[in-house]
């Protein structure tokens, strides 16, 4: 259970630390593009539109990212306990249908 927890902190620090960095490179590269004519030519909206949406997507896309970077990082820190934590993560995943048929049942 300690090293879920861990994992869990991997992930939503690495969510945060990408979403912080795409949003600053997309920033970077929204500099660069005629914002105007970007926001006309595609989409027919208003500049501040267009800020906003790509600063909210640059952010979605490092959102997404971060627990692929946190898991890759907590596996690489944490070689020795992989294997112990994806035989319970299975024994979890058999043991689930089991209980969750039992509720059902039961909930009639």
Known sequence: MRLRKIRRYYNLSASIGCAVATTFVGM??????????LGQQFFGLDPM???GVWT???????????PLVGSALFKMVHRSSVVEMAAVSQDLAFAFPRHVGQISTYLG
């Open 28 to 37: 970077s590269l929204l500099a660069q593009q005629n914002i105007q004519a």
């Open 56 to 66: 909210v997507g640059s952010a979605g896309i490092g959102w997404l990212l971060g």
């Open 49 to 51: 539109v267009v800020i």
